[in-house]
């Protein structure tokens, strides 16, 4: 578990292994977190810059493979979120054109953001998941993972979007069409009543466990970025074994996934029963994010928690010739 302090604080000359390279920073993209993204994009932008770093902004659309062959950047900074971005889509275009990038690789990326499938391997890793039942296009009646209630939302969106809370079987319906704006596939979810909790991991390893406190009923998209909708405590509070019990699981999610040097893992804590919930492979990086908060109590400032990210870029791919 990491002490209040630890790790490099304050705004620093850039020493990172890539100062004095061209750095390209992708936001925006296509999916339904573009406004999230741009934000990110914006904030890590001004963070290297005030670190000497060579930085472009790359806005992102169905030309991005254009944009770059333009730029000729020498690695590129993944600040988006979502489909496309945050899915393995683009990773894969970058692995192609031999761009190293922030965040996780390809395979990673695609099953972080698959919330079934990333709970299919943690329960084959033994580590706690809340039960679910995954409602394909074609599914006619769903059958209930649990008794009611029960969290229904998109199979492969972040930022709570498209997610419902439902209490009453007869606003099910309602809830999976609510979902499916967003993804063909909806996940249905055992609701664990609790708190919610997030740890942030950097360089492979749990930085500490932040609790989010929401002034309504959940972290809907709107509560999560529009300022003074949430309460938060850090560390969270919990008791000392059932802290490092999250501090474990995170690290073994981050591992079982294969998410490289960086994620934010998210958990409903039941008294003393964490449960893994979903992990997210390229976390938000704005004024209201929630890695940024736990990064600052661990001693790591903003500029030098965006160059430890871009630190840990590389291929995943290695290319082999006959």
């Not at 578990?1 to 790790?7: L, Y």
């Not at 390893?205 to 809907?220: C, D, I, Q, S």
């Not at 999250?246 to 591992?255: P, W």
Request: hydrophobic share 45%.
């Amino acid at each position: 578990m990491v002490t209040r302090g630890a790790g490099r604080a304050g705004v620093r000359g850039a020493r990172g292994r890539f100062h004095g390279k061209r750095v390209a920073i992708l936001l925006g993209g296509l999916s339904a977190e573009r406004e999230v993204s741009l934000r990110s994009g914006q904030a890590v932008l001004g963070a290297l810059r005030t670190l000497g770093y060579e930085v472009a902004a790359v806005p992102v659309g169905r030309d991005l493979a254009v944009r770059l062959a333009r730029l000729h950047p020498d690695v590129a900074f993944n600040a988006l979120h979502g489909r496309y971005g945050e899915d393995g889509c683009v990773q894969g275009m970058l692995e192609v054109m031999g761009i190293p990038y922030t965040g996780a690789g390809v395979l990673a990326s695609a099953v972080a953001m698959h919330k079934a499938l990333a709970k299919e391997i943690w329960r084959a890793c033994r580590l706690p998941t809340p039960r679910w039942t995954l409602v394909r296009a074609d599914t006619r009646r769903p059958q209930l993972p649990a008794p009611l209630p029960l969290v229904v939302k998109p199979n492969g969106e972040g930022s709570s979007v498209g997610v419902s809370i439902v209490r009453r079987r007869a606003d099910l319906a309602k809830a999976i069409r609510a979902a499916r704006r967003f993804d063909g596939e909806v996940l249905i979810e055992e609701y664990v009543p609790g708190s919610e909790v997030t740890v942030g991991i950097l360089g492979g390893r749990a930085l500490g466990a932040l609790e989010v406190v929401p002034k309504g009923e959940f972290h809907t998209y709107e509560v999560k970025y529009t300022a003074g909708m949430e309460e938060f405590h850090m560390p969270a509070r919990l008791d000392a074994a059932t802290l490092r019990r999250v501090l474990v699981l995170a690290d073994a999610a981050h591992r079982a996934l294969g998410c490289g040097s960086y994620s934010r893992v998210d958990f409903r804590v039941n008294g003393r029963r964490p449960y893994l919930i979903e992990l997210n492979s390229l976390p938000g990086l704005t004024d209201l994010s929630y890695l940024p908060r736990i990064a600052a109590w661990a001693g790591i400032s903003f500029p030098a928690l965006c160059e430890r990210i871009l630190d840990g870029a590389g291929l995943a791919v290695r290319e082999t010739r006959r």
